[in-house]
């Protein structure tokens, strides 16, 4: 079977972990925006940033045979220093009509700040000049209340809950952001916010509809196969295979998809891997690594 992880920071991974996911049937990946741990504190690295996510990653993924699409936004942690979200601000339409951009995301709330509000606001109207979906970050503390709110103030901006994708949901949140018409994501994380026995229960209680399972794996302790490792336990457990194609594949796909940015023939019919191809003259080999070239005609991998 084939997933998506649709969503994963996957500049924080390594090679090592690209041909992990690879074997274990991920063929594409959407990498949000987000905060790299420590704030930012100019507009060039956020420029820098934004370009390796369209540029730089996009490539590497390809060269491990998996289909890289990302998203564009100020993540709300960042939103609380204004002078530099207002730069942001001006530097994101230069972004989010490039190849390969699916969502305006991960924004919303954090702490909830009257900051936090403006620039999630601001960028929902971008959304709408753009016709993009939008990926929301639902915050840490006071989930059940910044979950409503973000799902508010998107209708006040007059977007269709069709067009938005809700994060980070759990038990609490779950039933709120689907019978308002909203997709409902779930991170798997180890230890903390869902993990796989939860996100079974999940999907037995409310079914497959509007429900996407990813990973959001990053520089922390995290688990950039979450995705396959859910839909085994799934079908250890018994939940139909339809149901599992659904939340960790086709949901994701539907949703994103409506960008135009996003079709199932990228994988399908991708290029066969080369890693002899290079990107501004830099590769993803070292010196003496035999370069893995896919033949397309046997599909047989060569050293």
């Known amino acids: ?54 540029g730089w990653e996009r490539f590497r993924a390809k ?91 998107s209708e006040e901006h007059g977007l269709a809950p069709g067009m938005v994708i809700v994060d980070h949901n759990n038990e609490e949140t779950a039933k709120d952001v689907l019978d308002r018409g909203y997709w409902a994501a779930f991170t798997i994380y180890p230890h903390t916010k869902m993990g796989s026995e939860r996100m079974v229960d999940i999907v037995r209680q409310y079914g497959p509809e509007r429900i996407i399972v990813n990973s959001a794996a990053d520089w922390g302790i995290s688990d950039p196969l979450a995705v396959p490792k859910t839909a085994n336990l799934m079908r250890e457990k018994g939940i139909p295979e339809e149901h599992i194609k659904m939340t960790c594949y086709g949901n994701a796909l539907k949703a994103y998809g409506q960008s135009g940015q996003m079709d199932e023939k990228d994988w399908l019919e991708k290029e066969p891997i080369d890693q002899t191809k290079k990107m501004g003259g830099n590769t993803v080999l070292r010196g003496g690594q035999n370069p893995r070239i896919e033949n397309d005609s046997s599909n047989i991998i060569e050293n």
Request: net charge negative.
């Open 63 to 153: 060269q491990f045979g998996i289909v890289h699409y990302c998203t564009m936004g100020l993540n709300s942690r960042e939103a609380n220093n204004v002078a530099l979200a207002e730069e942001v601000m001006e530097l994101l339409p230069l972004y989010v009509s490039k190849e390969g951009v699916v969502a305006i995301g991960e924004i919303g709330y954090d702490d909830q700040t009257e900051a936090e509000d403006r620039f999630y606001r601001l960028q929902l109207e971008l959304a709408k000049e753009v016709d993009l979906p939008v990926m929301i970050h639902t915050p840490h503390r006071d989930k059940k209340k910044g979950t409503i709110r973000s799902m508010d103030v």
């Open 1 to 54: 079977m084939m997933y998506i992880d649709p969503h994963i920071h996957v500049t924080s991974r390594t090679t090592d972990d690209y041909e992990a996911m690879q074997k274990a049937g991920i063929v594409a990946v959407i990498e949000p925006a987000f905060w790299l741990g420590q704030a930012r504190t100019k507009i060039g690295s956020f420029q820098d940033y934004f370009s390796s996510l369209v």
